[in-house]
């Protein structure tokens, strides 16, 4: 993780030549993150973060570039969000949770089902194909929160009605913002490295994206094992989606998802891949979104910052990564 020691010396230089204190800088980041309600949203972030990183790093390890993870949680949120605003005044909030979940995995692995389609049948690129449909997806729910999915008693910024109490994801502590869906996030993260360390399914991922053609030639049925992936990924963002929806927004509305795709997709890179490592570099990114908050309140600078941050982030993994010295 030499990414998480020489990112913040670029940055700390970077801040030192608008005339920030770089130690001062990081102090404030520090503290901000001791408040007890601070770590507790670090903890949530983190846990919409995993998910995300882990829609990507599903695919990555067949060879696939999942850019879509902003779409996928997107339309997870909205899936969840339709079966929500229909059932939860009808249902017990248990069947409306399960029911949500269902929905929004599904619709995640559907959108990105979409991209895994386009590859297979006319071979158009995974990256593009998964970009664009991000901002399909942002413009599906902006569509129905603006219309038919408008909140008649809201009050300026249009959204979705807010979902039951009683169909939300339940609170670890009372008055606490700490919700089930980090637990959801640790079984998604035990599932995914189990599948890919001791099952011949994510053997054979490894074998195609190691070299699709020598899969192919083995007898390997790379087609169906590539559209698995993707649609493994897609509902782990699906899933990233409800947690955020019924854990933290409990509404549609624009902007919702913070980036956490993007932010989801450094993750991946910056863990290589490897599950395990992603649970700690989104607990890491986590962090520095919500420590970079202070930035403009205790040091003056831009809210760009934060985003020049990550980048210098993903920047340095991708010169390490290409380093020809290093083993990756």
């Known amino acids: 993780m030499a990414a998480a020691v020489a990112a913040p010396l670029v940055f700390g230089a970077s801040a030192a030549a608008k005339g920030v204190d770089p130690l001062a800088m990081y102090a404030d980041m520090l503290a901000s993150l001791a408040d007890p309600a601070q770590a507790q949203t670090v903890l949530v972030r983190a846990a919409i973060l995993l998910l995300a990183g882990l829609a990507v790093a599903v695919p990555a390890r067949a060879g696939l570039l999942n850019v879509g993870g902003e779409g996928q949680i997107v339309i997870g949120a909205v899936a969840a969000a339709g079966v ?52 399909i997806a942002i413009d599906i729910m902006l569509g129905l929160i603006y219309d038919p999915w408008k909140d ?100 549609l509305r624009p902007g919702m998802t913070a980036s956490f795709g993007y932010v989801g997709f450094l993750a991946s890179w910056l863990a290589m891949h490897r599950p395990l490592r992603v649970g700690l570099a989104a607990l890491l990114l986590a962090a520095i979104a919500m420590g970079g908050d202070s930035l403009q309140i205790d040091s003056g600078l831009p809210a760009a910052s934060l985003n020049v941050l990550m980048a210098v982030v993903l920047l340095v993994v991708l010169g390490i990564r290409r380093n020809p010295g290093r083993k990756s």
């Open 84 to 135: 929500g605003l229909v059932t939860d005044q009808r249902l017990p909030g248990g069947l409306v949770l399960v029911l949500m979940t269902v929905a929004a995995m599904a619709a995640g692995a559907a959108w990105a089902g979409i991209a895994a389609g386009l590859r297979l049948a006319v071979n158009v690129n995974e990256a593009i194909s998964t970009l664009l449909l991000n901002f």
């Open 152 to 251: 008649a008693s809201g009050f300026g910024q249009p959204s979705s009605r807010p979902l039951e109490e009683t169909a939300r994801l339940p609170l670890f502590v009372s008055g606490g913002t700490v919700n089930a869906g980090i637990l959801l996030a640790l079984l998604a993260l035990a599932g995914v490295w189990f599948a890919m360390r001791r099952t011949a399914w994510g053997f054979r991922l490894r074998v195609v994206g190691g070299n699709p053609e020598a899969a192919r030639q083995a007898g390997l049925r790379v087609g169906p094992l590539l559209l698995s992936a993707m649609l493994a990924g897609g509902a782990l963002a699906g899933l990233a989606g409800l947690v955020h929806f019924a854990g933290t927004e409990f509404k």
